[in-house]
């Protein structure tokens, strides 16, 4: 007669001291955690509206005055080379929309660490790190390199209707640039240690969440009504309480994806598992060459941009690159109406016919290479539009509030239980 009780005795306390021990990991892993993933969330909630804010702040730089007849893409690229000798063509992007500027990616002399010969300060092109040289294959997937020789610096936006020359532009002058930094690397660049420091963050974040899930769970129907709506009119602790508790849960779901998709950026072997679990490869398919033909005059941006026009319809934008030497191709990057963002396309053109010999298109890649290809999208709220950048906003919002809602309820806690020691002592 006395087992059963004590049975119900067991099993209240092994349930204490679950919820103890996985309370204990979410506390410490937030307290160690904590200030990095509020950075990451405040960071991810400004980067959501960077497109929209810029264009907002900088309406001139991106939009123009509609007007009957564009110059040709050689003059708006020959009006960038006088204004800027010392600079090499990369790419132009053009936007199907009649008002929108024409986007050219320069590769500008930068100056290298003071590099001096024969009393003078020499000024050469820094590539990025990881960008290919002379056109070389690099690890992992082909790369055509554009004229200039490299990625791109700056980006020259030029009215395509007068080629005025609006602005010269370089991201990494930019405040979103620096939001981006503290984001991905706690503005310590590209394999820094903050780069691992975000990384290894993230990952804790996931079990913070997971945790928080468990703890979150109601043992029956009464207390799950009190866990999905906030008591207002109650005391401020209360309050505190609720915001951490329900906005938590809420929002759960989605900063675990944000989290999930990040460590793709974070982490080699976890970008690589994506091939892995797939049985697909990163590799794509090689870029075809042109035949060369002697005494032939190579196409010019403006035909590659015709054949391009002729065959596709609903594009949002082209991006093409010249070819880099006798045998290169012209490849144009087109991303479709209503495609996210990572969704282009890429076709190339003959730099002798002007014709379209080969084509890669999004739809055409495997299985792993399209669910990598939505990581972005999907990290940055971009996937749905709109809707889904609000949510990730307020998601990213919420997700700053957590440490503070949850300090505050620990500090509370460690209040609460000094105080029943203090009375225990009297």
């Known amino acids: 007669m006395n087992q059963a009780p004590k049975a119900w005795f067991n099993g ?25 993933i509020m950075t990451c969330c405040f960071t991810g909630a400004v980067l959501v509206f960077e497109k929209e804010l810029q264009e907002a702040f900088n309406h001139d730089r991106y939009f123009v005055k509609q007007e009957s007849l564009q110059l040709p893409i050689e003059q708006l690229v020959s009006n960038v080379k006088q204004k800027y000798p010392a600079a090499k063509i990369a790419s132009v992007k053009i936007y199907s929309a009649t008002d929108r500027s024409v986007e050219i990616g320069i590769s500008m002399p930068q100056k290298e660490n003071g590099a001096k010969q024969g009393g003078k300060e020499v000024s050469k092109i820094k590539p990025e790190k990881g960008e290919n040289k002379g056109g070389q294959q690099q690890k992992g997937k082909v790369v055509s390199t554009p004229a200039g020789g490299g990625r791109p610096t700056h980006t020259v936006f030029v009215n395509p209707y007068s080629g005025e020359i609006l602005e010269l532009y370089s991201y990494r002058e930019t405040f979103f640039y620096t939001m981006f930094s503290l984001h991905r690397w706690l503005l310590g660049g590209e394999g820094s240690i903050g780069k691992i420091i975000t990384g290894v963050s993230t990952l804790i974040f996931l079990f913070i969440l997971l945790t928080g899930i468990i703890l979150w769970w109601p043992k029956n129907k009464a207390i799950l009504k009190q866990r999905l709506k906030i008591k207002t ?11 951490h508790i329900v906005l938590g849960f809420y929002s759960s779901i989605f900063l675990f994806i944000f989290s999930f998709t990040a460590l793709a950026w974070s982490f080699k072997w976890f ?35 015709i054949t391009l026009n002729k065959k596709l319809q609903n594009v949002q934008f082209y991006t093409l690159r010249a070819p880099t030497d006798s045998t290169g191709i012209f490849t144009a990057s087109v991303l479709p109406v209503g495609a996210h963002e990572t969704a282009s396309d890429n076709y190339y053109i003959d730099q002798y016919s002007g014709k379209i010999i080969s084509s890669a298109k999004y739809n055409d890649k495997n299985l792993g290479q399209r ?8 990290h940055v709220g971009s996937i749905y539009g709109l809707p889904s950048k609000i949510i990730a906003f307020i998601v990213c919002i919420l997700g700053v509030t957590f440490p503070v809602t949850g300090t505050i309820m620990w500090l509370k806690r460690l209040k609460k239980n000094r105080g029943r020691i203090a009375d225990l002592n009297d």
Do not use: C
């Not at 209240?12 to 990095?36: C, D, E, W």
């Not at 490869?281 to 005059?297: D, L, T, Y």
């Open 371 to 378: 669910i990598r290809s939505t990581f972005k999208p999907v």
């Open 271 to 305: 970008n690589n598992g994506i091939y892995t679990v797939t049985n697909t490869s990163p590799k794509q398919a090689e870029a075809p060459h042109s035949v060369f033909a002697a005494g032939k005059a190579s196409i010019n941006y403006d035909s590659a941009f």
């Open 12 to 36: 209240v306390n092994t349930s204490q001291t679950m919820k103890i021990f996985f309370r204990n990991i979410h506390l410490y892993l937030s307290l160690a955690a904590g200030l990095v």
């Open 233 to 243: 009119g109650a005391s401020w602790k209360r309050i505190n309480h609720d915001l």
